[in-house]
């Protein structure tokens, strides 16, 4: 008998089956970028979901059918079956976004709508959801059947900042603005720009200037100004002359409760300008002379007899600055014997010859001390002082 074996080949081809999910122990966490978004932000979403990586050859996606579907929603829209896709070939990591649209409003007080709201998409990166200022976004993912995971965040106005990026500055300084309000972060893919008030105290009309966004969904705007004290304001160039204070303001237009939408809150910030002189070059002084009663120059003088001490002081601002001309005058045992001043106010680039009288007591050698300060009470020097010697016989 002959028996004939019939050779059939057989291949084999990897098969992939998704796992079975655990319903007691459901794992597919759901996480966002942020806890907290702003009205126009733009959500990042993750699921951890390794059941679902189904082939690890290809990327896979997941909720965007009617059997495990993912939903977005707010009380009033919703989006969904979305779609999320794997991040890489057999990663069990599925990411997507969505563009928070907000909802009619004029948020820079121009009388214009800045907003679009709408609700549609379908994944991973298509979606448009409106949301209120107040609002709760409830992410979910069916697991498995009967099985939904969920995940919450929340959208909320915010009270805007601006701020100097000094405290003070010099007349001919560079100035920073800094303006942090995620509301005006209106388009999450381009630079938004916000307008900026920026005034002194020699300029209140002062100027506007246009603040950029640091990055598409940062929130935080700048601009930089350029202060003179020689030039009028223009552009992004304010005059500002040193003592001023200067102020940035904007009016924040998306406020949270308890302001209403229609309120609207003024946001300041101010530095000071100093002069960009260093303190001990604003005011030169000339090196003093004496002279006697009758207007004669001498270097040395009897006792009993009154020496007129006389100085010469140079603003060398072109702004007006006040000052005090203190004269010291010490023994050789450098004990003080008279101590006089006199106050005024040089006007810019003002030569003012100043003088005071002593009356010297006893003989010997005397040291004599100019100083030139700001003030009395202040002290700050604005030349360096001044020594100089006389013989009272």
Same mark, same amino acid.
């Given at each position: 008998m002959l028996n004939l074996f019939l050779l059939?080949?057989?291949?084999?081809?990897?098969?992939?089956?998704?796992?079975?999910?655990?319903?007691?122990?459901?794992?597919?966490? =759901?996480?966002?970028?942020?806890?907290?978004?702003? $009205?126009t932000d733009k959500v990042k979403i993750t699921i951890?979901?390794?059941?679902?990586?189904?082939d690890k050859h290809l990327i896979d996606s997941i909720g965007d059918d009617q059997f495990n579907p993912i939903e977005i929603s707010t009380g009033s829209h919703s989006l969904g079956p979305y779609r999320l896709t794997e991040t890489g070939v057999n990663t069990g990591i599925f990411t997507g976004e969505i563009t928070l649209t907000g909802f009619s409003h004029d948020a820079?007080?121009?009388?214009?709508?800045?907003?679009? *709201?709408?609700?549609f998409g379908n994944g991973p990166t298509s979606g448009f959801l409106e949301v209120d200022r107040d609002s709760g976004i409830t992410i979910s993912f069916e697991f498995a059947d009967g099985v939904v995971l969920t995940e919450s965040i929340r959208t909320? $106005?915010?009270?805007?900042e601006v701020i100097f990026s000094e405290d003070n500055f010099l007349?001919?300084?560079s100035a920073l603005i800094r303006v942090i309000d995620p509301d005006l972060n209106l388009n999450p893919e381009a630079l938004d720009q916000i307008p900026i008030n920026v005034f002194s105290d020699s300029d209140m009309a002062g100027i506007k200037v246009t603040a950029v966004e640091t990055s598409e969904r940062s929130g935080v705007f700048v601009a930089t100004i350029i202060l003179t004290q020689n030039n009028p304001?223009?552009?992004?160039?304010l005059l500002a !002359? *040193?003592?001023?204070?200067?102020?940035?303001?904007?009016?924040? +237009?998306?406020?949270?409760? *308890?302001?209403?939408?229609s309120d609207n809150l003024e946001i300041t910030a101010f530095a000071k300008v100093g002069s960009s002189f260093p303190s001990l070059e604003k005011l030169t002084i000339s090196p003093i002379t004496f002279t006697d009663s009758s207007g004669k120059h001498q270097n040395?003088?009897?006792? +009993?007899?009154?020496?007129?001490?006389?100085?010469? =002081?140079?603003?060398?601002? =072109?702004?007006?600055?006040?000052?005090?001309?203190? =004269?010291?005058?010490?023994? +050789?045992?450098?004990?003080?014997?008279?101590?006089? $001043? !006199?106050?005024?106010?040089?006007?810019?680039?003002?030569?003012?010859?100043?003088?005071?009288? $002593?009356?010297?007591q006893n003989s010997g050698i005397f040291s004599i001390e100019t100083f030139v300060w700001n003030s009395i009470e202040d002290q700050i020097a604005l030349t360096p002082s001044k020594n100089t010697s006389i013989i009272i016989e």
């Open positions: 059939i080949p057989v291949f084999l081809f990897p098969v992939y089956a998704e796992p079975i999910p655990d319903y007691d122990k459901p794992y597919s966490p =759901i996480f966002t970028d942020r806890e907290v978004y702003s $009205w951890l979901a390794p059941s679902w990586n189904s820079n007080g121009d009388g214009k709508i800045d907003t679009i *709201p709408r609700t909320t $106005w915010n009270i805007g007349s001919n300084d304001s223009g552009g992004n160039r !002359m *040193p003592g001023d204070e200067i102020f940035a303001k904007y009016n924040d +237009h998306t406020l949270p409760k *308890p302001y209403t939408t040395s003088f009897q006792e +009993h007899n009154q020496i007129q001490i006389i100085g010469s =002081i140079k603003n060398e601002q =072109i702004i007006n600055q006040k000052f005090v001309f203190l =004269i010291q005058v010490k023994d +050789h045992a450098e004990s003080v014997t008279s101590l006089s $001043w !006199m106050s005024g106010e040089l006007s810019g680039n003002q030569i003012l010859d100043v003088s005071q009288s $002593w009356l010297p």
